[in-house]
């Protein structure tokens, strides 16, 4: 279970690192940066077969324009220059198609040598069916724990061992495009009210609202997630594990009621369940819709888009008078794990521990380092990142808490239960009172 003091925690670990790093003092370099190389498993320091090996690296980043997917790249090229006997095979999936493979990978035991997984509840099944190596000794490598915010691992740990390592540590917010804001004669919401008044007048100019990729399902989720937590405040589902709370209580209902009036307002484009994660933010990035609501990862792609230097972002206002802007959905991000019976164990941690020690400067020097789940010394500012980036990076100083995301705190049968019903919304309208059965009915029935 994940508690509320803990999360706050969190939050206030990320706010502290983002508030330092984006306050600048000099372009200092960062902790593993290519500088030093040399001592974070190059050639000169791998001691690597002669025979050739191959590792699969499983992953998220298929976006040719996401700059975590051109980091990628240029780590692993690099490696395997220093490496000639190592061949690093990226299997590059959007997030929901690396979730179905995984499953089936994991089902037959042939998961790949590196794969994703996201914290605590998702990740919890696989720790338990012994799928996962402990990673403990790799962090220990070159300092590599020490790279990571304080207190950010714990949400990939069980009984003292950490199975995986994280790449981002976000907060949720809604990025908004200033020019089509002016087009359609609205401005930013500080109300739910005021959001529904501003997507029913873009909606009447032509201007699509809201860009979301609910083929994805967790998109939908995320955002329904935030809704929940300004109904009712943090930690809604902490208290329905503890039998506090039931899905039939009124903040559940309230949230239902007030996303299905996003979805009757017109708020997303056409056929918004046929669009990927990838597809969905691509509207955005390229102007064909006003608002984007996301997790802060989303940054550096908006960054390096069509719409840079058009963008701005606010926090997801208050509903009917309830919650505080200042909490926020908090996302620890996805995170690499090492398969236990990979053929290449050791070649594995030594490639993996050199990926994420030239992570952090790599990230920065491409602008997609707002939201990394690393501690980055640098000036943001001087380093030529947007006004937009420098507004997200304010954000996290502001955070005084929020909540994970539904399927990163409740089992997998009622995490799937939940998506399908809050992605069903999007194309058929149901009685908030039959929503929150559904999802009673399967909360209850995967924890018996």
């Known amino acids: ?32 940066s290519s500088s030093n190389a040399g001592n974070s498993g190059t050639a000169a320091e791998v001691k690597a077969p002669d025979k050739k090996i191959t590792i699969t690296f499983q992953n998220i980043f298929p976006d040719p ?3 975590k997917h051109q980091i990628m790249n240029k780590l692993v090229d690099k490696y395997e220059s220093e490496n000639p006997n190592i061949k690093i095979e990226l299997d590059s999936l959007n997030t929901d198609q690396q979730k179905l493979k995984l499953k089936t990978q994991a089902a037959s035991k042939e998961v790949p040598d590196i794969t994703v997984v996201n914290p605590a509840a998702q990740m919890k099944p696989f720790v338990e069916a012994n799928l996962f190596a402990p990673l403990n000794d790799m962090l220990d490598q070159n300092g590599l724990k020490d790279t990571f915010q304080e207190g950010l691992l714990d949400w990939y740990s069980f009984d003292g061992n950490i199975y995986a390592l994280p790449d981002g540590n976000n907060i949720a917010v809604v990025y908004y495009n200033k020019e089509l804001f002016e087009q359609g004669g609205v401005e930013v919401p500080t109300t739910f009210e005021e959001m529904l008044d501003v997507v029913k007048k873009l909606k009447e100019k032509g201007i699509t ?20 937590l300004r109904t009712n405040g943090p930690g809604f589902l902490n208290d329905v594990l503890d039998n506090k709370k039931t899905f039939e209580d009124p903040a559940f209902l309230q949230a239902v009621d007030a996303f299905q009036s996003l979805v009757e307002a017109g708020a997303f484009q056409e056929g918004a369940t046929s669009f990927d994660y990838n597809a969905g933010e691509n509207l955005f990035k390229t102007g064909q819709s006003a608002m984007y609501f996301m997790g802060s990862w989303a940054t550096g792609g908006i960054e390096t888009s069509s719409v840079n230097g ?3 972002v606010f926090k997801f206002p208050t509903i009917g008078g309830k919650g505080d802007p200042n909490e926020f959905m908090l996302a620890p991000g996805s995170a690499f794990a090492i ?5 290449h164990l050791q070649e ?13 400067k790599e990230a920065f020097d491409a602008k997609g380092a707002v939201g990394i789940g690393q501690i980055v010394e640098g000036d943001f500012k001087a380093a030529g990142y947007s006004d937009m980036a420098m507004e997200v990076l304010d954000l996290f100083k502001e955070v005084k808490g929020g909540d994970l995301a539904f399927d990163n705190t409740m089992n997998p049968g009622t995490a799937q239960a939940h998506l399908s019903s809050i992605q069903n919304l ?23």
């Open 348 to 360: 594995t941690k030594d490639f993996l521990n050199y990926f994420m020690l030239n992570f952090p």
């Open 310 to 312: 058009k963008v701005g």
């Open 65 to 67: 324009t996401d700059p």
């Open 209 to 228: 609202p809201i860009a979301i990729g609910e083929k994805d399902s967790w998109t939908g989720s995320f955002l329904f997630m935030n809704m929940l």
């Open 339 to 343: 398969s236990a019976d990979s053929k």
């Open 1 to 32: 279970m994940v508690k509320k003091s803990k999360m706050l925690g969190l939050a206030l670990s990320a706010a502290l690192v983002f508030g330092l790093a984006a306050c600048g003092g000099g372009a200092k370099e960062t902790q593993g």
């Open 426 to 448: 999007f194309v058929q309208k149901k009685e908030s009172s039959e929503v929150a059965k559904e999802h009673q009915t399967a909360y209850e029935a995967n924890n018996k």
